[in-house]
């Protein structure tokens, strides 16, 4: 598990934390792909705005998810993201960037408790 | 067969985006809420998803059905949309017949069903063009689903 300060991105929400713990990234704008292929405690970053991400981070129990390259989400994309305690964010990062930044910025997590509720042991 | 233990219905719309994928997750709330495992309950909500999110963009809306039996729970996805003309074609990864509105966002990869065949022990569909299409899903529950 690993950890890492969110600060090149923005909260899309006031109560989303500033740091997030993590298992790695999956960057994809196919929906259908993410389900496929996105494991649990992941970070997604996307391009889409739409609701439906938050729909795909609850089914596959995401760390966290970025709306990279600038991209503002749906005022409902937020309001889904509180209510389903999903972290989301934003950035004005390139995605490519952003995953750059992501591996060379992630710190080894001591504790195990996140978000998204994962477990070392699962 | 013997009665289900537990019916649920819930109807989905029609290119209805703002909402779409509201029965998957209803219905994967009502499961953990059940106390039902973890692992059956993401197989079954992916397979919820998916079968929604095609009646959504295909399917002219319709409904999604849960029953919980002894041995497995059965998820029925029920339209009355144009139906499938070519199911193994359907079937396969990558084809898919949406929009390019619908691709610009983030649907229409072709991977909904295979996803669904992967999460599921059962899958049947039964469609004829022109008269729907009725997508059912088996999980079965093994001793300690609950
Ligand atoms: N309920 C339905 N009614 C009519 N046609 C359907 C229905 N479900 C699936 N299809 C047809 O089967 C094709 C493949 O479905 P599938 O879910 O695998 O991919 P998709 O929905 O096109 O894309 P994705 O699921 O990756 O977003 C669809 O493009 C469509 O032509
Ligand atoms: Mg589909």
Redesign the interface.
């Known amino acids: 598990m690993k950890k890492l300060d969110m600060s090149p991105t923005a909260p899309a929400s006031a109560n989303t934390a500033k740091e997030v713990c993590f298992r790695g990234c999956i960057v994809c704008d196919i929906l259908s792909y993410a389900i496929a292929h996105a494991e649990k405690g992941q970070i997604w970053i996307t391009h889409h705005t739409h609701p439906n991400i938050i729909a795909v981070a609850v089914l596959k129990e995401l760390a966290a998810v970025i709306v990279a390259g600038g991209r503002k989400p749906d005022p409902e994309t937020i309001r889904r993201a509180e209510e389903e305690e999903i972290p989301l964010y934003v950035t004005s990062y390139q995605a490519y960037d952003l995953a750059k930044w992501i591996a060379s910025h992630d710190k080894e997590a001591d504790d195990m408790i996140t978000a998204a509720g994962v477990s070392e042991n699962e | 067969m013997s009665a289900p233990l537990c019916k649920k219905e819930f109807f989905v719309q029609e290119f209805d985006?703002?909402h779409?994928?509201k029965a998957?997750?209803d219905m994967?709330k009502l499961l953990m809420d059940y106390g039902f495992d973890q692992q059956i309950v993401?197989r079954l909500?992916?397979a919820a998803?998916?079968a929604e999110?095609n009646m959504v963009i295909h399917g002219f809306g319709g409904t999604l059905i849960m029953e919980i039996n002894f041995e497995y729970i059965e998820l029925v996805a029920k339209d009355n949309g144009p139906g499938i003309s070519d199911l193994k074609l359907a079937m396969q990864e990558g084809f898919s017949t949406a929009s390019d509105e619908i691709r610009e966002?983030?649907?229409g990869?072709g991977?909904?069903l295979?996803?669904i065949k992967?999460c599921v022990n059962f899958l049947g569909i039964e469609t004829k063009p022109g008269q729907g299409t009725v997508v059912t899903m088996r999980v079965d529950l093994g001793p300690d689903a609950i």
């Open positions: 985006f703002e779409a994928g998957a997750s994967r993401r909500a992916i998803y998916e999110m966002i983030g649907f990869a991977m909904g295979p996803n992967r």
